[in-house]
């Protein structure tokens, strides 16, 4: 079975601080990656997923993410934060074969301070 | 509007009492789930459907019970059984359950509590 290991819980950062997200995942199969955010007060929402291909992968926002396999790593970057990006993310994986639903990480809380 | 409805945004549930939790989505998606979100736990597996009147048990189903009679519809019971029902409940839905289709659409939430 797959399990996601979010290391930080609450990271707090300064607007144009860069901003890291770790998460790792074992799984020994080949695997799909996500990351999804949750603004206050909104919905979860897809912010980008790696599938296969180029391991680096941008989403929406600004955002991206750097598949490394050895490392059984997928963080989320974004270069300079904005207050606005404040939430809760949350990395998931599902296996690339057969029909398993995803699994979550604990998440990570943002917040971005003036 | 496409999406999906959650119903009620707040319930509240006695000692014993068996409560439903309704989830709707007009996507005409073909799978459908439900996820726990406690604080500092991320979002837990629950029940998930592929098709109708098909369902298979998450993580943490004990105390659970679906039902998918329509595609539209995955209605969760928290039934006496669950000890610990106090949590924010998210149904999600997407086109299929296989690697390409797994983009979840969530819907806004239920948050359980226990009198």
């Known amino acids: 079975a797959q399990s996601v290991s979010q290391h930080n819980h609450h990271v707090i950062l300064s607007e144009a601080a860069s901003l890291e997200l770790g998460c790792n995942y074992s799984y020994g199969g080949t695997v799909n990656l996500f990351w999804y955010v949750q603004y206050p007060g909104q919905h979860l929402q897809l912010l980008l997923k790696y599938f296969s291909g180029d391991p680096l992968v941008k989403g929406i926002k600004g955002f991206e993410a750097e598949f490394i396999k050895s490392k059984f790593s997928f963080n989320l970057r974004k270069p300079s934060v904005q207050w606005s990006d404040t939430a809760e993310y949350f990395c998931?994986?599902?296996?690339?074969?057969?029909?398993?639903?995803?699994?979550f990480g604990k998440g990570t809380r943002l917040s971005v301070i003036a | 509007d496409g999406g999906i409805t959650q119903s009620p945004k707040y319930l509240f549930r006695k000692e014993g009492q068996n409560v439903t939790l309704s989830c709707e989505q007009n996507l005409n998606h073909d799978a459908m789930y439900w996820y726990r979100q406690d604080p500092g736990q991320g979002l837990r597996l629950i029940y998930y459907?592929?098709?109708?009147?098909?369902?298979q048990k998450g993580d943490i189903a004990e105390g659970y019970s679906v039902s998918r009679e329509k595609k539209e519809s995955f209605p969760l019971t928290v039934t006496s059984a669950q000890k610990n029902p106090t949590a924010f409940y998210l149904c999600a839905s997407s086109k299929g359950i296989s690697a390409t289709n797994e983009k979840l659409f969530f819907g806004s939430g239920t948050q359980l509590s226990v009198l």
């Open positions: 459907s592929q098709i109708v009147n098909d369902f």
């Open positions: 998931a994986v599902n296996a690339n074969s057969g029909n398993t639903p995803l699994v």
